[in-house]
């Protein structure tokens, strides 16, 4: 394919990438409005060439394209796998049987996936721990281990001579569109729901991967996925605040209805929160985008979860929110259940199971049968004043 775009991100390190315009989905649950890129870099020193990452299947021969335009495409000599997910390492194989001499630099875990997954022998394979280095002639790769950012191998390489961050997932994000982050108007939304997606469960190994690359002279951030950051401290310090689990006074609602009675309880519910200046985001999970979801649930203090009783137990689409909020551990501090049954309950029961061993405090539910009366309405507006002072008095 014929490519232009090799961008040259600082002297001797060239973007050679590719987008994916149309990818609507990841990991098969994940949607992605304005799809991703594979960030992939070369950096060319005095004597040898370093590949960093790769891309997702599929695009190899658009990488080959673009590296040809910067380098030897037969003469890489190392290939640096930060990650091992097939998004940045699916074209490792293909750029390996190009460069036959190329050695593979990853972490030790990393060497075990790359054997399996991507077939590449042992003895190609250089091990590289914390601090250790790449000579490339004027150009030093430094090596930092990052573990589960986002999986267990995961690592950051430096590029010293360059001030150049290459962190692969970490402080990225989905988007085919931009090359720069400073051109993409208001990007903050479209980082928050990334790092809710994937670096959220691990926000403790991420403020440790913080604290590494805290003492670095970075003048560039170039991830794995989205636009390249010129003005480094504007997402690290976002993720500064995310990752140390800071939250606002705000609360998200999530929720399905059949016959409207449960809807009609959220809708009173959140009047009540808003009432009292509370933040609210609701997604009716119908047709809530899970990305919106995974966004507002890293720096909200409460939740809402309102579901009917459907065959003695929450709604299947309650259920699989309530598994999902579980599973990405957001900050989330207090709870409220809101639930309404036709024949007899069962669906509070089942949110107080699947959410206790969470940290979430559940500070109340309200458990109706049939549509909400004046009395119900009454425990609502006295639950959200619960809520709210819970909400307000936690910072
Ligand atoms: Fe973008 Fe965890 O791979």
């Keep these: 394919m014929q490519v232009y775009d090799i961008r040259e991100i600082s002297g001797g390190?060239?973007?050679?990438?590719?987008?994916?315009?149309?990818?609507?989905l990841f990991d098969a649950l994940i949607p992605l409005p304005q799809g991703t890129t594979y960030n992939a870099y070369v950096v060319r020193g005095s004597e040898k060439t370093a590949l960093i990452d790769t891309v997702n299947p599929g695009f190899e021969e658009?990488?080959?394209?673009?590296?040809?335009?910067?380098a030897d495409a037969e003469g890489l000599d190392y290939v640096v796998m930060n990650h091992a997910e097939p998004d940045h390492a699916g074209a490792i194989p293909h750029v390996m049987k190009l460069s036959k001499d190329a050695s593979l630099v990853t972490t030790e875990k990393g060497a075990k996936m790359a054997q399996i997954y991507f077939g590449v022998p042992q003895e190609r394979i250089i091990i590289v721990n914390d601090d250790d280095t790449i000579d490339l002639g004027g150009k030093t790769l430094k090596f930092i281990e990052a573990p589960w950012q986002h999986w267990p191998e995961t690592m950051f390489t430096y590029l010293v001579e360059n001030k150049v961050l290459f962190p692969c997932d970490f402080l990225g994000f989905h988007t085919a569109y931009g090359?720069?982050?400073d051109e993409i108007e208001e990007f903050v939304p479209f980082a928050q729901r990334f790092f809710g997606e994937i670096l959220m469960p691990f926000r403790k190994m991420g403020q440790k991967a913080l604290e590494?690359?805290?003492a670095l002279d970075i003048e560039f951030i170039a991830p794995s996925?989205?636009?390249i950051h010129r003005d480094p401290e504007r997402i690290l310090n976002l993720y500064r605040t995310w990752t140390a689990g800071d939250t606002r006074e705000k609360v998200v609602v999530v929720y399905v209805s059949m016959w409207n009675s449960t809807e009609a309880m959220i809708k009173a519910m959140v009047d009540s929160l808003m009432a009292e200046g509370i933040e609210v985001s609701l997604h009716n999970l119908v047709n809530a985008d899970l990305g919106d979801l995974a966004r507002d649930l890293v720096d909200s203090r409460g939740i809402v979860l309102g579901t009917p009783t459907v065959l003695g137990g929450m709604h299947p689409l309650a259920i699989y929110a309530a598994h999902l909020v579980k599973a990405l551990r957001p900050p989330l501090k207090y709870g409220v259940v809101l639930s309404s049954y036709g024949w007899g309950g069962g669906a509070v029961k089942q949110a107080a199971e699947i959410l206790g061993p969470t940290k979430i405090e559940v500070v109340g539910a309200v458990d109706v049968h049939g549509p909400p009366t004046d009395d119900v309405y009454q425990q609502i507006a006295d639950l959200g004043k619960q809520l709210t002072d819970k909400i307000k008095g936690q910072a």
């Design 212 to 214: 590494k690359i805290e």
């Design 179 to 181: 090359s720069y982050g």
């Design 62 to 70: 658009e990488l080959e394209a673009r590296i040809r335009l910067v």
């Design 13 to 24: 390190v060239y973007w050679v990438g590719a987008r994916d315009w149309n990818r609507r």
């Design 225 to 227: 996925h989205g636009p």
